[in-house]
């Protein structure tokens, strides 16, 4: 029996969410954490460039989703960059310095050039009907420390041409529904997007399996609250430019890695050599670099105002302080 299929990823989302909250199939408590869980959940994407909800109770990190996807696709496995984004995940480090199961990028895109992610794509471009195209995550063995906090939940990656698009498909040991869910799904499928883009075919549906799917009991709540927003999708999702390259991601990544040590700020309006498309992800860590970095001042409207609808919305609900309304 084939996945249920939704258009956008809110749709997906809620779905999933409504699944876990109200018809798990158990209640675990694993390395302490009580959860309820579903089994085997799976479902596909018709256009995996909606992947984003839009839920002012979830309050989507944005910034931190554009990042992540960055970090995997610059195949990186320190905590410099993402654990700016996200400090909690120092706590996942076992030196302080690297992620281990976490650092998808590193097992996917590295050593650039011989990387599993060059051969799937050199293998597609000569044999675009193969079923050999699985890039494996997780290790075998990864799981014999029980005492590791950081092992991967991604067990594999693989991708098929077929009708001439490009589907993706990732398989995943388990799933946090609340968090997890949400950035795995925007990092996959962008790097989907990407990868069609490389291989110069469209893109084609994004499909998501999950043996556990599961909801830590401190999200019951808020799981509760964002199933009775019932808010409508996003209209419209951004399409990565056709001529997006490495070269486009080592410039977008320069680029980050000045405003996120505070050395610049970026240039609104002023154009940088970048499409609209990677000027907004830029953008978006302007914004994040003026919040972290200068938490007493308000964010440049300027910024602000430049940003798209619905960046700016997103951007509304995870830091409404920065928001000119908020008199900051």
């Known amino acids: ?39 085997d959940i799976s479902f596909t994407l018709t256009d995996p460039r909606h992947r984003t909800p839009r839920l002012s109770s979830r309050k989507t ?14 195949g990186r496995e320190d905590l410099d960059m993402i654990g700016y984004y996200a400090p909690r995940l120092y706590a996942l480090s076992l030196d302080g310095y690297h992620l281990t199961g976490t650092a ?16 799937a794509v050199e293998l597609l471009g000569k044999d675009p009907d193969s079923k ?14 029980l005492d590791n906090p950081d092992v991967a939940c991604t067990l594999a990656l693989q991708f098929l041409i077929r009708d001439g698009r490009l589907h993706t498909t990732a398989f995943m040991r388990g799933n946090d529904a609340m968090l997890g869910l949400v950035c795995d799904v925007f990092s996959f499928t962008l790097i989907a997007e990407f990868t069609a883009l490389q291989l110069g075919v469209p893109l084609g549906s994004y499909t998501h399996h999950v043996a556990s799917m599961h909801l830590n009991e401190p999200d019951w709540d808020r799981a509760a609250a964002i199933l009775v927003e019932h808010a409508p999708p996003p209209e419209s999702s951004p399409v990565m430019p056709a001529d997006t390259s490495w070269e486009t991601l080592e410039t977008v990544l ?6 996120r040590t505070n050395q ?7 154009g940088v050599g970048l499409p609209p498309y990677w000027e ?18 308000p964010v440049d409207p300027a910024v602000l105002d430049a940003l798209h609808a619905n960046h700016q919305w997103l951007v509304g609900c995870r830091w409404p302080e920065a928001m000119p309304q908020a008199g900051r």
């Not at 610049?264 to 002023?270: A, E, N, Q």
Request: hydrophobic residues 40%; proline residues 6%; aromatic residues 14%.
């Open 280 to 297: 907004q992800v830029l953008l978006l860590f302007d914004v994040y670099r003026q919040i972290k970095h200068h938490p007493s001042e």
């Open 1 to 39: 029996m084939r996945p249920p299929v939704f258009d956008t990823f809110h749709e997906a989302y809620l779905e999933v969410l409504n699944e876990v909250a109200n018809r798990p199939d158990h209640v675990i408590s694993s390395r302490g954490n009580r959860s309820r869980e579903c089994r």
């Open 254 to 259: 320069a680029w980050e890695n000045q405003l």
């Open 104 to 119: 998808y990028g590193a097992r996917l895109f590295g050593p650039r050039g011989n990387s599993q992610w060059d051969r």
């Open 264 to 270: 610049g700020w970026f240039p609104v309006g002023s």
């Open 61 to 74: 990190n944005i910034v931190f989703n554009y990042a992540e996807a960055l970090w995997y696709l610059a």
């Open 132 to 145: 050999r195209a699985a890039m494996v995550i997780m290790r075998p063995g990864e799981f014999a420390d």
